[in-house]
């Protein structure tokens, strides 16, 4: 998937993942999809949960052996 921007948590635990991208898409416009590269499995979970949360929307998730790549899509300001 094409992102706009590239978030790397490697190495990071819970919740610094979640964190860290709430930091990171203020920096974005709407629209545009901030890709999150974790090696927490934990965020399968909870960047749908955040993104629910927060009104922006997960838009995919790959996983490659123990790191997991998920994209968000900034919805709102």
Excluded: F, H
């Excluded at 949360?53 to 968000?72: D, F, I």
Aim: glycine share 8%; hydrophobic share 30%; aromatic share 4%.
């Amino acid at each position: 998937m094409k992102a706009d921007e590239s978030l790397d948590c490697y190495g990071l635990r819970c919740p610094m993942p979640i964190i860290k991208t709430a930091q990171k898409i203020k920096q974005l416009k709407v629209g545009q999809i901030l890709e999150v590269i974790s090696t927490d499995k934990g965020i399968k979970q909870d960047m749908p949960a955040w993104c629910k949360a927060t009104g922006n929307e997960c838009v995919g998730m790959e996983e490659t052996g123990e790191e997991v790549k998920v994209y968000v899509r900034k919805n709102k300001e």
